[in-house]
């Protein structure tokens, strides 16, 4: 075997066992020296192919989001309604997660519990995925007829600041030590539901009840 890829098989070796490690623990507990035990790897081998635990976890998410944007650009969602493409679109995002549990795992730890030193690195790596749900929701919003006054633009500078303040909500719940995969089930089970309360609103234009302002 050439030296080139035999590097690359230990490098792969590695990664995988990473994602493993971090796939199934918070960024905190997990550990490089659990990793090289539970799998036979020299740490020599790891700090050759790798600086640091940061450096390995930021490969590892980089992997996760790279492959979840990848699956979510190959599936079918588009539909004639925007409400039913947006279910499409979580049900083809949840069943990347129900294929994937170790990126699950990554992915909600990520969002919902990222290590404060690494916040700008991470948020690097997620442009591509960021940008995906950028392009999905300006060209479904194209498909609607928007309020009088609220442009494009606006519409989706809302629908950022919704995202921001929603995922914002769950953080808060993760620092309170909530169960991470609790946090991620609730996450999803109301992440459709608000986005279509946002988008349609709770109450029927121009109906009130009699006898209420």
């Known amino acids: 075997m050439k030296k080139e890829e035999k590097t690359k098989r230990t490098y792969e070796r590695i990664l995988a066992a990473a994602i493993v ?9 997990a550990s490089l020296t659990t990793l090289c035990n539970e799998n036979q790897i020299s740490k020599g081998l790891v700090y050759h192919n790798f600086k640091n635990k940061d450096e390995i976890y930021l490969k590892c998410v980089e992997e996760c989001f790279g492959k ?20 499409n ?15 699950c795992n990554i992915f909600f730890n990520t969002v919902l519990q990222t290590p404060a030193h690494l916040r700008e690195k991470i948020h690097e790596l997620r442009k591509e995925y960021d940008q995906f749900y950028v392009d999905c929701f300006r060209e479904l919003l194209q498909q ?16 950022m600041i919704f995202f921001e303040m929603f995922n914002g909500y769950f953080q808060d719940k993760s620092c309170e030590k909530e169960d991470i995969h609790v946090l991620a089930e609730n996450h999803e089970v109301n992440l459709s539901k608000i986005l ?5 609103g709770v109450v029927k234009e121009g109906k009130e009840k009699s006898g209420e302002k």
Do not use: C, W
């Open 196 to 200: 279509d309360i946002m988008l349609y």
């Open 89 to 103: 679109l979580f049900q083809v995002r949840q069943q990347f997660f129900k294929e994937n549990p170790y990126y």
């Open 21 to 29: 490690e971090f796939g199934t623990k918070n960024y905190d507990t």
């Open 68 to 87: 979840m944007t990848e699956y979510l650009k190959g599936r079918a969602y588009k539909d004639e309604s925007v409400q039913t493409s947006i279910h």
């Open 144 to 159: 609607t007829q928007l309020r009088d006054g609220i442009t494009i633009d606006a519409a989706m500078e809302y629908l």
